[in-house]
Every structure is written in C-alpha cells, then in structure tokens.
C-alpha cells in the first residue's frame, strides 16, 4: 500500500517555538494512529518563518520563488494536513494567513485538515471555531471535528486535568488519521481528461449530444 503523506504547516515565530512542538506532537499522534490500522505515513513539516520573504514577494508580484513553490507544492499534493498557528489579537498570525493566501483558492478541496493554535492563555481557545474553522470551510477543506488548542500552562503542571493536551493532541489525531482512511489516497487530476471537467464517465460525445438536444 502507498503510504500516506502528511503536511504539517507551523506558523511559529521563534525558534524553538510550542507552535511547532505543538505541530510535531500533533503529527506523531497522527501516524501512530495510522499505523495502528496498518498504514505507513510520512510527514513533511513547513515552517512559514523561514519563507517568510518569499511569501511577501508572492503576494506583492504574484510568483512564487522556488522554495516557497516546493513548501506549496507539498502542502497541495498532501493526503492530509496539520496547520498550527498562534495566536495573535484573538485570531491567527499574518504569517499564517499570508501562507493561506498564496494558495490557489481550489487547492485545499476535500483536503482533511487538523487544525491547532496555541497561546498564551486558555481564553484564546475558541480562536479555533470562529476564526480558524471558518478560513477552512471557506476554502472547502475538511476540517476534522477536533480543533487542538495548547496554552502555556498545557507545557507545564497547571494544565487542564479534566481534558489534558495529551489526550486533546490523541482524540484530534485519530480522527485525522479516520479521515485520511475514510478519503483514500489523493489521486492527482489529470487536466487532459475529461472526466476533470465533463464528470465521471462523460466524454465530448455526451458533451456534443447534450448540445444537438439529444
């Protein structure tokens, strides 16, 4: 069976940062579910700092240098993605959504997606279901149910005791990876085929005879 790519998109600002640590565990939980049902998975991690530059310059010329193009790339033909962002003025960074609009609007169609944000507080938990939820169903992702939100205190011993991070990170990742499964593998359109544009099992005779009113 061919394994299963994951994309994992970190928007954190410093370096080491708990967004990205937010990222990996989000990603480690996720493959071990799907190894659990037999499926291998690979993961491949964006870090948005480090194309910072090249998503200014995208947006102000409208190309992509090649480096932000293979990050894009990745993130399109993936089986699934993991984005995680901070959480600045109770929503996501500029960073994040800069990253976002670079992304043809199509390209996230059917896409299972994870979403995560951390923060410094718990109050800026529901940042996920009225800012960051409804950027992906903009888009036509498949956002899963669970939304993982970390505050500083989930990374030390005065975290939530009734739905502790672990478990959060556990319950978002499984149905991730039931997602994923349930979604199949992503299969690349090809643009000369006309089931791309006429539909599943239509070719232009079905096309021509639906114009000469047959």
């Known amino acids: 069976m ?3 790519r994951i994309a994992v998109v970190s928007a954190g600002l410093s370096n080491p940062s708990s967004t990205r640590m937010l990222a990996d565990r989000l990603a480690a939980e996720t493959v071990k579910a799907l190894t659990a049902q037999g499926i291998e998975a ?29 990050a894009i790339n990745t993130v399109v033909s993936a089986d699934a993605l993991i984005a995680v962002t901070p959480i600045f003025s109770t ?4 960073l994040f959504k800069s990253f976002i609009d670079v992304l043809d609007p199509d390209a996230l169609t059917g896409k299972p ?7 410094g507080t718990p109050r800026h938990s529901l940042a996920i279901d009225y800012a960051i939820r409804p950027l992906f169903a903009y888009l036509h992702a498949d956002a899963v149910s669970t939304g993982v939100f970390a505050a500083s205190s989930d990374w030390g011993g005065a975290g939530d005791d009734v739905a502790p991070l672990a478990k959060r990170i556990e319950k978002g990742a499984k149905e991730l990876a039931q997602a994923i499964v349930t979604r199949g593998e992503t299969a690349a359109a090809d643009p000369y085929d006309p089931a791309t544009y006429l539909g599943e099992g239509r070719s232009f005779g079905h096309m021509l005879g639906g114009l000469a009113g047959e």
């Open 113 to 119: 997606v994870l979403i995560g944000a951390n923060a």
């Open 2 to 4: 061919t394994a299963r």
């Open 91 to 94: 929503s996501y960074s500029g």
């Open 42 to 70: 690979t993961v491949d991690v964006i870090e948005l700092r480090d194309h910072a530059h090249d998503i200014t310059n995208n947006l102000l010329a409208g190309f992509a240098p090649p480096a932000l193009e293979t």
